[in-house]
């Protein structure tokens, strides 16, 4: 088969065009500017930068005091926590906290029911652990447990207080105490999800 010459110079064209494409792509001269940077701009840089990286390690060792004095505050402050490895041991020290201060007042306090409630978040990293008592003693035994419980060293208070009348001729009073703990987030329930029944 010959070519003729219309096909020739089709070819040849073609294969300038290629040629001419494949410098422009692969010659950095012709693709990339150069673009000049004068040594005076590269030092002012390179003083800025430098200056910025004094300052961030200036800062760095002001940085590690706050958060060491954080974590000491943080960590006196958990010492009030509630601890224990599930909800119910939580919920039985505050019994026991609760029947600790009654035995030192005279007559000592009986705690003559319990009622346990749920652990519920307090906050984002805690959870708060109820207990409801019932007792009967003289109004001045109920001012000293209370004031018992709020110089414990755990975090627990009174959430909730009822009285009502109790003997005449004693003077004493029926008290329904709610005593709430501050836990560890671990003893919160984990939500449950409910799952549809699927049928056969």
Do not use: H
């Amino acid at each position: 088969m010959t070519l003729q010459s219309r096909d020739r110079r089709a070819l040849a064209f073609l294969s300038v065009a290629a040629v001419l494409t494949l410098a422009y792509r692969f010659w950095p001269a012709a693709s990339a500017p150069v673009v000049a940077v004068s040594p005076a701009d590269s030092v002012n840089f390179a003083e800025k930068r430098l200056a910025r990286l004094r300052d961030t390690a200036a800062a760095v060792p002001a940085k590690e005091d706050v958060m060491k004095n954080v974590s000491a505050e943080l960590a006196i402050r958990e010492k009030g926590l509630v601890v224990a490895d599930t909800a119910p041991q939580a919920q039985a020290q505050l019994i026991q906290i609760v029947r600790r201060i009654g035995s030192g007042e005279n007559p000592p306090i009986e705690i003559r029911a319990t009622e346990i409630g749920p652990v519920r978040p307090f906050g984002d990293a805690y959870g708060e652990a109820d207990v409801s008592v019932q007792i009967e003693c003289r109004i001045d035994q109920l001012v000293n447990l209370l004031a018992g419980l709020a110089s414990q060293p755990e975090l627990v208070a009174t959430s909730d207080l009822r009285i009502t009348s109790g003997n005449v001729k004693e003077k004493t009073i029926g008290a329904r105490l709610t005593i709430a703990g501050i836990v560890a987030k671990k003893l919160i329930p984990a939500k449950r999800t409910t799952t549809g029944a699927t049928g056969f």
